[in-house]
């Protein structure tokens, strides 16, 4: 079983910062890609950034240059470094990872419970 938990999350003013957490746990031969992904009240969930195994980023243009991720191999723990937040980042944070349980597994989708981020004055 394989679970990911996020932290980090809570309530800030706008151009303030927050840094959420994603770690992984459980039977866990490998990680692949990480994600974290929002979604907002009467929103759909979209994708905020992603992370492969080797350290490759991509982010929605939304929140290019305010958003870092990055990762840490040896904790299974995927980061999102939050800057200059605004009203409009106000969402659920959900973590996502693409997981092999033993080396013959398929590989699976696994998703966090999600973190509450609220920006507001």
């Known amino acids: 079983q394989v679970q990911l938990v996020e932290s980090g999350g809570g309530s800030v003013q706008p151009g303030g910062s927050l840094r959420l957490s994603c770690a992984a746990s459980?039977?866990?031969?490998?990680?692949?890609?990480m994600y974290w992904y929002r979604q907002a009240p009467g929103k759909q969930r979209e994708l905020v950034a992603t992370?492969?195994?080797?350290?490759?980023?991509n982010y929605a243009d939304s929140v290019k240059g305010r958003f870092t991720i990055s990762r840490d191999n040896a904790k299974n723990t995927v980061y999102l470094q939050m800057n200059k937040l605004k009203p409009e980042d106000t969402a659920v944070y959900y973590c996502?990872?693409?997981?092999?349980?033993?080396?013959?597994?398929?590989?699976?989708?696994?998703w966090g419970q999600g973190t509450q981020v609220t920006v507001s004055s």
């Open positions: 459980g039977s866990i031969f490998s990680i692949y890609t």
């Open positions: 992370i492969t195994d080797g350290g490759n980023t």
């Open positions: 996502d990872a693409d997981i092999k349980t033993t080396y013959s597994a398929l590989l699976r989708n696994y």
